[in-house]
């Protein structure tokens, strides 16, 4: 080990002699982050300028940029009624879905914590469905959901509770429910463990203060575990925006934005117009409008979350 | 007497959340055992258990052949992801190139949904000529998971002690050496739990993976499944046991994971 170790030594110091001599050092010290420039510009700087580009062009999947159309996309854009209610539709959902999903995942990672060593081994439990595959998410809920033979169906009908069976992934309401319930199950684990880990760095000490103080529970957890992570919370709920946002997956599986165009998020619209009817000109269009939508919408928890940092530090 | 009630209130309190989160997986595992009349019985369980339906889903779907590509594809891309992201990590922490800006815009880039980069790494990959190849996927993955291997690489990199690379400095080691043969030793679970995270991500894609790819030969698993749900006759029993087929691989990683991770730690929090 230690021969080893005086070889490596000797070894880093002629290594170290050539680079000197070979390298200029500013040249040298650019290519460490050669390979991070390398991908992000391959997938976001390189996609951001060229959807730039098609937004304002005649373009289809075979042949891109015959011609400047000028702001044609994006009149089109924002005067179709289908796709303004699918951006509406988007926003909603990463909106309330992700906010249900922290006030649940909060409570069960309270839970968790109170438990102690189980907490602990449920945790790696919670965790498979994180690490499961959108698509087989939805396949199993489909399974779970579908009118013929589906597990709901079958108890509710076998208890009586309903006459036949419904469809309930033909149903507009029911659908999304059914899309977020699916969304539920595979990112609430993620939340889970983001406010366990958050609960975890409260000092032991404080609660205890509380209690000699004659603090009950619902007083100490006001007014204490609620204000020191407050500022976690949001950067969580952040996340799981961001993530909402991404919604593809389980539309495609579950409805494919169906019933009429009832699911159909803004993601699964736009790729349904670059992929299946190759309008990518308009689909790039439709991309920026998403894009600065999502940036707004973000934009106040972003806000919430810099206001709790500093209300902290 | 108190203690024992708060925590029967407890356990009533995580049993249903146990059993929800349980029910989906059990529920497939309970059909794939299921013949095609038993499927539409709404009970939960098989009335009559049938094993054909496993074979049934490797004969019929190619999954073996779309699980190969997944594991293929998300193993290299993620190794690549590690070889991009740990340089420009230990750069930008702790040789201070870079800085503030690069890591914000790391961070930036990983909120833009991925439908942003959809239409254009398509005519990339077009212009390439890998359009409908595996490598294609590979380096889409590869790149595309960095912002995600940064953010995860930096705290382990953080939680390092200077002095180490201080000493090796000293020693006349170059900074590339000290990153490979000391300091990646050092945060070598962090590495591997980061490895492990990106390749679940890519094995999980669907959105890249349905676009750019649209031959057998080259299909991962999760487009194969949802093409299998997409013909007429599905035969949910088969549906069932390619989808168990294809988490396995992921859930018997993250149960490896789970105890590399808490070794990995302990060890680190002994020295």
């Known amino acids: 080990m230690t021969a080893f170790a005086a070889d490596a030594l000797r070894l880093g110091e002629t290594r170290r002699t050539t680079r000197r001599t070979i390298l200029p050092a500013r040249l040298g010290r650019a290519l460490w982050i050669a390979p991070i420039i390398l991908a992000l510009s391959v997938t976001t700087l390189y996609p951001t300028v060229f959807l730039l580009a098609l937004a304002f062009s005649k373009s289809t999947l075979g042949k891109p940029f015959r011609g400047f159309v000028g702001i044609k996309h994006f009149a089109t854009t924002l005067q179709d009624p289908l796709f303004l209610s699918a951006i509406g539709r988007s926003v909603a959902y990463a909106l309330s879905t992700s906010l249900l999903q922290l006030a649940l995942g909060f409570v069960i990672a309270l839970l968790f914590t109170s438990l102690l060593k189980a907490g602990r081994f449920l945790m790696s439990l919670v965790l498979l469905p994180l690490m499961t595959p959108p698509v087989m998410v939805g396949v199993a809920w489909k399974l779970i959901l579908a009118p013929a033979g589906g597990l709901l169906n079958g108890t509710l009908i076998k208890y009586g509770v309903i006459p036949e069976p419904i469809s309930f992934l033909g149903h507009p309401l029911l659908a999304w429910l059914a899309i977020a319930l699916a969304d539920l199950w595979q990112w609430t684990p993620f939340i889970v463990i983001l406010c366990f ?16 103080d004659g603090a009950n529970a619902w007083q100490r957890f006001r007014h204490i575990t609620l204000p020191l992570v407050a500022a976690p919370l949001s950067s969580i709920y952040l996340l799981k925006l961001i993530l909402s946002f991404k919604l593809f997956d389980l539309v495609y599986i579950l409805t494919f934005g169906g019933p009429g165009f009832a699911t159909t998020s803004a993601g699964f619209s736009i790729y349904r117009r670059a992929i299946e009817q190759f309008d990518v000109g308009r689909a790039a269009a439709e991309t920026i409008v998403y894009g600065l939508v999502i940036g707004l919408a973000t934009l106040p928890v972003v806000r919430l979350h810099q206001h709790f940092e500093r209300r902290e530090s | 007497m108190r203690l024992g009630t708060r925590h029967l209130w407890l356990a009533m309190a995580t049993a249903p959340i146990v059993g929800f989160f349980a029910l989906p997986i059990l529920y497939l595992v309970a059909v794939s055992f299921k013949t095609k ?6 009970n939960f369980w098989p009335t009559v258990p049938t094993l054909a339906n496993w074979p049934g889903a ?21 190794l690549l992801t590690i070889a991009l992201a740990l340089p420009s990590s230990y750069a930008v922490l702790r040789l201070k190139i870079g800085g503030r800006w690069l890591a914000d815009l790391t961070l930036s880039s990983y909120m833009a949904p991925p439908i942003v980069a959809l239409i254009p790494l398509f005519f990339l990959l077009k212009a390439a000529g890998l359009l409908n190849t595996r490598a294609g996927l590979v380096l889409v993955y590869g790149f595309a998971n960095v912002p995600v291997a940064f953010w995860l690489l930096t705290p382990f990199l953080r939680r390092t002690p200077i002095e180490i690379e201080q000493a090796a400095a000293m020693d006349g080691a170059g900074p590339l050496r000290t990153l490979l043969q000391i300091v990646a030793p050092i945060i070598a679970p962090g590495i591997v739990a980061t490895l492990i995270i990106v390749t679940v991500l890519s094995y999980n894609e669907f959105l890249f993976a349905s676009a750019f790819t649209f031959s057998d030969a080259t299909r991962t698993l999760p487009v194969g499944i949802s093409l299998f749900q997409g013909d007429r006759l599905v035969n949910f029993g088969q549906m069932a046991a390619a989808s168990l087929a294809g988490i396995a691989p992921v859930y018997l990683i993250a149960l490896f994971m789970q105890r590399y991770l808490i070794s990995g730690l302990a060890h680190g929090g002994v020295k």
């Not at chain 1, 880990?197 to 000699?212: C, F, K, N, R, W």
């Not at chain 2, 009349?37 to 709404?42: A, C, E, K, N, T």
Request: glycine fraction near 14%.
């Open chain 1, 197 to 212: 880990a958050a609960l975890s760095t409260i000092p032991e000490g404080v609660h205890e203060a509380a209690l000699v």
């Open chain 2, 37 to 42: 009349d038993d499927v539409l019985s709404g």
């Open chain 2, 58 to 78: 490797f004969e019929a779907a190619g999954i073996a052949g779309f699980i190969f590509n997944s594991v293929a594809v998300s193993v290299l891309g993620g």
